[in-house]
């Protein structure tokens, strides 16, 4: 099975400081999308970023950046400057040929005042 | 944007009942949909893909019976809990591809569905 694994549970982070949440993930496509999806308590899925995997520059959205390692297979999110408004439950997840979106099993972070 | 609309956002039903759950692209024609279910501090599982015009195709283990799909325009896709029973009991989300080539997806709302 071609899954995405996100290893950590869960994150605390101060505000206006940074945070990195992890990714890896397993595919035996050479073309696919990578993407971090922001989960609030009302659980509206919000897109934060996506990559393209043929693309090697890392993709940046203001505050939200990623750091692609396509080798490794990994797809960390970073948050920098962090907001109150920041905190939500974070899924990764990968798009391929078929369209089918695959999810991690996500990572809840806390943001402190 | 992209939008999606997705009714209702709860329903409660009684057990054996059966429940539709819509999901609406008010801006822009989704071929594809794809289902969603969620259950609490859980990630998102997917139970099938819509496709317009064609059957459904459900993930192994998603009883075709149970949660019937339709999406009979290309606006328009529809999950039906049919004999709804208390394990039934989540948070439903729709989604539909965006875009060719460079796509992306737009996500529903959600239904959160209790069956008492």
């Known amino acids: 099975a071609q899954t995405v694994t996100q290893s950590q549970p869960e994150m605390s982070v101060q505000e206006a400081e940074t945070v990195t949440l992890s990714c890896t993930y397993d595919?035996?496509?050479?073309?696919?999308?990578l993407f971090w999806y922001k989960q609030p308590p009302s659980r509206q899925m919000i897109l934060v970023i996506r990559?393209?995997?043929?693309?090697?520059q890392n993709a940046t959205e203001n505050r939200f950046s990623v750091n692609f390692q396509k080798a490794a297979k990994s797809f960390s999110l970073k948050i920098s400057d962090s907001q109150l408004g920041d905190a939500a439950m974070y899924f990764c997840?990968?798009?391929?040929?078929?369209?089918?979106?695959?999810f991690g099993k996500g990572t809840l972070l806390t943001v402190n005042p | 944007g992209a939008v999606v609309s997705q009714h209702p956002s709860r329903v409660i039903c009684k057990s054996g009942t059966s429940v539709k759950i819509e999901c609406r692209s008010l801006?822009?024609?989704?071929?594809?949909m794809f289902w969603y279910r969620q259950f609490p501090k859980q990630s998102l599982m997917l139970m099938a893909t819509?496709?317009?015009?064609?059957?459904?195709?459900?993930e192994q283990g998603v009883e075709k019976d149970k949660f019937l799909i339709n999406h009979a325009s290309l606006t328009l896709s529809t999950l039906t809990v049919t004999s709804a029973h208390p394990e039934d009991s989540s948070f439903y989300i729709c989604?539909?591809?965006?875009?060719?080539?460079?796509?992306?997806?737009?996500f529903g709302s959600g239904t959160r569905l209790t069956v008492v």
């Open positions: 801006d822009f024609q989704a071929t594809t």
């Open positions: 595919t035996s496509e050479s073309d696919y999308y």
């Open positions: 819509s496709n317009e015009g064609s059957k459904a195709t459900y």
């Open positions: 990559q393209e995997a043929y693309k090697q």
């Open positions: 989604s539909a591809v965006t875009g060719q080539g460079n796509y992306g997806y737009t």
């Open positions: 997840a990968r798009g391929g040929s078929n369209y089918k979106l695959t």
